[in-house]
């Protein structure tokens, strides 16, 4: 389930005649998202793999049948005063993400997606930079470089870089760093139980 206060779109016509798509501004204004898990097992984000599975396959590329993904570039794409819910009904647990705000581009030649901003998560402030490249494997399915940094002061800074490959199953190759000291309170909001939390209230890091 997703909802937003406002979207504002610009969109740039002389591209489109290079066969090209130059979006100038996209701006969702207070999206609020809910991923939800019933009792049952059901995901609220799942769709029906009979009704587009027969469809004809995405065009990321960019190909006689028109503009794909890699003719696509938008300049500035902004999320303000975003939220995240996720809940599994069957455990009862919950995540949230409160008061995020991004800045993300595109550039079509070069298939990178930078992105950076803030948010609160479980209560906890949260700054990040996140660079993906190139985006169209996230369809494709194929591999893609990930860059990923955390900071929260001394509660937590994280680091990771690496390749991901979507499929035929989601994996990772590369290096993670992370620091903290406050790893109990970090556990409990992440939901995670430490044993002898009491011998790991000191700062550490890996």
């Avoid at 396959?57 to 570039?73: E, Q, V, Y």
């Avoid at 900071?151 to 590369?174: C, M, R, W």
């Avoid at 993670?176 to 970090?186: D, H, K």
Wanted: proline fraction near 6%; charge should be negative; hydrophobic fraction near 40%.
């Amino acid at each position: 389930m997703a909802s937003m206060q406002a979207l504002e779109f610009e969109a740039s016509f002389l591209p489109l005649l290079r066969g090209q798509i130059e979006v100038e501004a996209i701006i969702l204004k207070s999206p609020k998202i809910l991923l939800e898990v019933t009792p049952s097992g059901q995901p609220n984000w799942g769709f029906d793999a009979g009704s587009s599975a027969s469809a004809a396959p995405s065009n990321t590329s960019g190909t006689a049948s028109g503009p794909g993904l890699s003719d696509l570039t938008v300049n500035d794409f902004r999320i303000e005063d975003g939220s995240l819910v996720y809940l599994d009904r069957r455990t009862g647990f919950k995540q949230s993400i409160e008061g995020l705000s991004a800045r993300a581009s595109l550039i079509a030649d070069e298939q990178n997606l930078s992105a950076s901003g803030d948010l609160i998560w479980q209560g906890l402030p949260l700054n990040y930079a996140l660079s993906l490249s190139p985006v169209e494997a996230a369809l494709s399915g194929g591999s893609m470089s990930v860059s990923l940094d955390l900071d929260a002061d001394t509660a937590l800074k994280a680091s990771v870089s690496g390749a991901v490959q979507i499929s035929p199953n989601l994996t990772f190759q590369g290096p993670v760093s992370v620091s903290t000291n406050a790893l109990p309170s970090l556990a409990d909001k992440a939901g995670v139980t430490i044993t002898a939390a009491d011998q790991l209230i000191g700062p550490m890091s890996l």
